[in-house]
T-cell receptor, first 112, second 112 residues
Framework: NAGVTQTPKFQVLKTGQSMTLQCAQD?????MSWYRQDPGMGLRLIHY???????DQGEVPNGYNVSRSTTEDFPLRLLSAAPSQTSVYFC???????????FGDGTRLSIL | ELKVEQNPLFLSMQEGKNYTIYCNYS?????LYWYRQDPGKSLESLFV?????AVKQEGRLMASLDTKARLSTLHITAAVHDLSATYFC????????????FGKGNQVVVIP
């Protein structure tokens, strides 16, 4: 029972590079979200989705894109990496409102 | 915009004593979640509180929700070292979306 799987677990990028953080869940959850966690800041919502084909911006969406072509996958794209995007990124899913989120193990991203 | 405030941000506890940590939020909501995070790890769901007056207990932890005061408390009874972690509360915004707001966390250290 895999739950929420994030890849890669660690990544180092140079400023200006682009990359995609992968997130997949095998629980048939409609709701998925991306967060970033920075020291002393808690978790901040980047983008979220309530089902395939439906996405919306969260609190800190600038510099990130998402798509949701299937129920299982919710990739996060960094268009042109900046040092301010150095963070730990968590993907989460849940069946709907009234349910807790299931979190992936996180991706630790450093941008030089 | 929904804002979530947790207090205190850091709490040093003595083993065997009782403590309470607090989560306040800024707008109407009746869905509140508590999570635990160990250093370098992901978040684990502890409690789901879905109505005014809801109380949930698991071991030495008890969470409650007062939606009129927009306040949730997490009470720790007879603290033990294994409860050392960061505790996050999260609140669902109103409306049919997946927009969850997190507080900055309560970092708890239990000292023998």
């Amino acid at each position: 029972n895999a739950g929420v799987t994030q890849t890669p677990k660690f990544q180092v990028l140079k400023t200006g590079q682009s990359m995609t953080l992968q997130c997949a869940q095998d629980m048939n959850h409609e709701y998925m979200s991306w967060y970033r966690q920075d020291p002393g800041m808690g978790l901040r919502l980047i983008h979220y989705s309530v089902g395939a084909g439906i996405t919306d911006q969260g609190e800190v969406p600038n510099g990130y894109n998402v798509s949701r072509s299937t129920t299982e996958d919710f990739p996060l794209r960094l268009l042109s990496a900046a040092p301010s995007q150095t963070s730990v990124y968590f993907c989460a899913s849940r069946t709907g409102r009234n349910q807790p989120q299931h979190f992936g193990d996180g991706t630790r991203l450093s941008i030089l | 915009e929904l804002k979530v405030e947790q207090n205190p941000l850091f709490l040093s506890m003595q083993e065997g004593k009782n403590y309470t940590i607090y989560c306040n939020y800024s707008t109407t909501s009746d869905r509140l979640y508590w999570y635990r995070q160990d250093p370098g790890k992901s978040l684990e769901s502890l409690f789901v509180l879905l109505s005014n007056g809801a109380v949930k207990q698991e071991g030495r932890l008890m969470a409650s929700l007062d939606t009129k005061a927009r306040l949730s408390t997490l009470h720790i009874t007879a603290a033990v070292h294994d409860l050392s972690a960061t505790y996050f509360c999260a609140v669902d915004s109103t409306g049919g979306n997946n927009r969850l707001a997190f507080g900055k966390g309560n970092q708890v250290v239990v000292i023998p």
